[in-house]
Nanobody, 117 residues
Framework: QVQLVESGGGLVQAWGSLRLSCAASGSRFTIATMGWYRQAPGKQRELVAVDTNSGSTNYADSVKGRFTISKYNDKNTVYLQMNSLKPEETGVYYC???????????WGQGTQVTVSS
């Protein structure tokens, strides 16, 4: 069984920075992609950033230039460095992972990020 554990959320003022971490553990697996999604109150979960094994990264247009995703397959971890945070980016941030040979999405429990104006 695969588990994802996030950390690093919290309260920050607008234009501040936070770094989220996600560590995967469990049965033997090969990471295909790891990424971050967020869900604001009353809204659907949306992609923030994803890092694939091909070396490519994709970001939501709204975070390009401010957020950076970093994945380390040897440690089964992924980070999200978030700079210049905006109040509208408040929400629960979820770590997501897909592994080779499985159609499943694996999710962490989520970590709350609150950006005050």
């Amino acid at each position: 069984q695969v588990q994802l554990v996030e950390s690093g959320g919290g309260l920050v003022q607008a234009w501040g920075s936070l770094r989220l971490s996600c560590a995967a553990s469990g049965s033997r697996f090969t990471i295909a992609t790891m990424g971050w999604y967020r869900q604001a109150p009353g809204k659907q979960r949306e992609l923030v950033a994803v890092d694939t094994n091909s070396g490519s990264t994709n970001y939501a247009d709204s975070v390009k230039g401010r957020f950076t995703i970093s994945k380390y397959n040897d440690k089964n971890t992924v980070y999200l460095q978030m700079n210049s945070l905006k109040p509208e980016e408040t929400g629960v941030y979820y770590c997501n992972m897909r592994i080779s040979g499985s159609p499943n999405d694996y999710w962490g429990q989520g970590t709350q990020v609150t950006v005050s104006s």
